[in-house]
């Protein structure tokens, strides 16, 4: 193990921090959201639970908890060494003399056995310490609230990295060319950052397919063969495909030519069984989240968590459509990611599938409250204009027939807009308005900002509606 506490942590602490600044040009490192959770729960809250911070490789768990604790000289930061001799046991042993409050384990599932430290964990946390886990075998510690430390844990996961903290971190403006840069580049950092199809195939292999296959006991080549299958559903156009096993697509010349390009054998079999379980694991580890057709709930559509990983994945299968198409369906996969993350707690995302109607993929997301009977219907463009066609579905007749019972209490674009604009299209009030905006945050006071835009446009005030900066924004522990 290598251990780090007193001026030696603070010192170490001091070095990344110049590493980071000479990487990004900058003169001031900034924080990711999820590191003012850890300050305070280190910092005096009473919370009586082991802090678990769960993520992919290189989005930032480690160095998080660094910047998390660098002001408190009461604080221990233990790193496991793979392969190394000691077991739980040895750790329980060495915890045990410990005098720190804050107690941080990186690269936990690489301790041998450490089932029983696990259990000790909570007898500190019990003992008022203050215990943060982190490691690279995300699956593990997700699970570990499944396990030893059911209902004794606080779980972050950190995957969902946001527009804002994109801006914030490497200090860019809002607009149209930071968010493609986001998309293309966003949520991987230093040497992993994905910006090329080689990339993409070493990440996905080191990052999800080697963690998948060990977790659940498969050979690597089917471990290979369900990531890339989960991964072409959550780009694919149809949605029809959704509800079916990949025995279904396999005479799918698209999906074929896809496994192809990886490497993988076009007439693999993958059992439904597995590919179900596989699914749900990397749900659960937020590698995917997914979302159902309100219309027909046995439908249902997976969408990639991390931006560049989508747009990459999105240039792997359509290699023939235009930047701006491709683009434009990763920009939808992150909207429905940010709605996800920051959805009231009794309120459930939905899509629907307009594209039956017009011929043409068109989903519009949906939020729905089933206590209040509100619906709330958003589309994204990744243009600046803030514009709608009259006959867009997001404002036609076809999509509100399906509410019955239901009140659609908002209408939303999001887009590049320079400024936040409202109006009408087919008789439905419509807010123009951008992911940095709290408007968009705070959906459900949609007639209060309506006629707050409307006032501003009246007045020529359209000024106030744009940020000063990057902010911090709230984020939502699981």
Request: aromatic letters at 12%; one cysteine or more.
């Amino acid at each position: 193990m290598i251990v780090y506490s007193g001026n030696k942590l603070k010192e170490h602490i001091a070095n990344l921090k110049e590493e980071a600044m000479v990487q990004t040009g900058l003169d001031k490192v900034y924080e990711r959201d999820f590191v003012d959770s850890i300050r305070k729960y280190c910092f005096g809250s009473k919370i009586q639970r082991v802090y678990v911070v769960c993520g992919l490789r290189a989005t930032g768990k480690t160095f998080g908890l660094f910047q998390a604790v660098e002001d408190f000289n009461d604080t221990i930061y233990i790193r496991a060494q793979l392969d190394e001799s000691q077991t739980g046991r040895d750790y329980i042993e060495y915890l045990r003399n410990v005098k720190e409050k804050n107690i941080i384990i990186d690269e936990y599932t690489w301790i041998k056995d450490n089932r029983d430290l696990s259990y000790y964990l909570w007898t500190l946390v019990e003992d008022g310490k203050r215990i943060v886990i982190t490691g690279t075998h995300s699956l593990d510690l997700d699970y570990l609230e499944c396990g030893e430390l059911v209902h004794r844990t606080n779980r972050i996961n950190v995957n969902m990295f946001s527009y804002e903290e994109f801006c914030r971190i490497y200090q860019k403006p809002y607009c149209k060319e930071s968010c493609i840069e986001f998309l293309k580049t966003g949520g991987i950092f230093t040497d992993y950052a994905i910006d090329n199809f080689r990339d993409l195939t070493r990440y996905i292999q080191e990052a999800v397919i080697d963690d998948l296959a060990r977790f659940m006991n498969l050979p690597i080549d089917e471990a290979k063969a369900i990531v890339y299958d989960i991964m072409y559903l959550a780009v694919c156009d149809s949605t029809e495909t959704n509800i079916k096993y990949p025995e279904s697509r396999i005479e799918n010349q698209e999906y074929r030519t896809m496994l192809t390009n990886f490497g993988i054998d076009p007439d693999v079999e993958i059992t439904p069984f597995k590919f179900k379980v596989a699914s749900e694991v990397l749900e659960k580890a937020r590698f995917v989240i997914k979302t159902y057709n309100i219309v027909n709930e046995e439908e249902y559509r997976l969408h990639l968590v991390n931006p560049s990983i989508a747009y990459q994945m999105v240039n792997a299968v359509f290699d023939k459509k235009s930047a701006d198409e491709k683009l434009g369906k990763a920009f939808e996969s992150y909207m429905v990611n940010y709605m996800y993350t920051r959805t009231n707690t009794n309120d459930y995302i939905w899509y629907a599938d307009m594209g039956q109607k017009t011929g043409k993929p068109e989903l519009e997301l949906i939020i729905v409250n089933p206590d209040d009977h509100l619906v709330y219907l958003f589309d994204s463009k990744l243009r600046e204009a803030a514009s709608l066609p009259e006959k867009s579905s997001l404002v036609s007749e076809d999509l509100e027939a399906i509410f019955t019972g239901a009140d659609v209490a908002g209408r939303f674009v999001v887009c590049n807009t320079k400024t936040e604009k409202c109006g009408e299209r087919n008789g439905k009030k419509v807010i123009f308005t951008r992911l940095d905006c709290d408007t968009l945050q705070n959906y459900r006071q949609f007639d209060e900002n309506y006629n707050r835009l409307a006032e501003s446009i009246g007045n020529g005030d359209d000024e106030k509606t744009k940020p000063t900066k990057p902010k911090q924004v709230g984020y939502n522990d699981d």
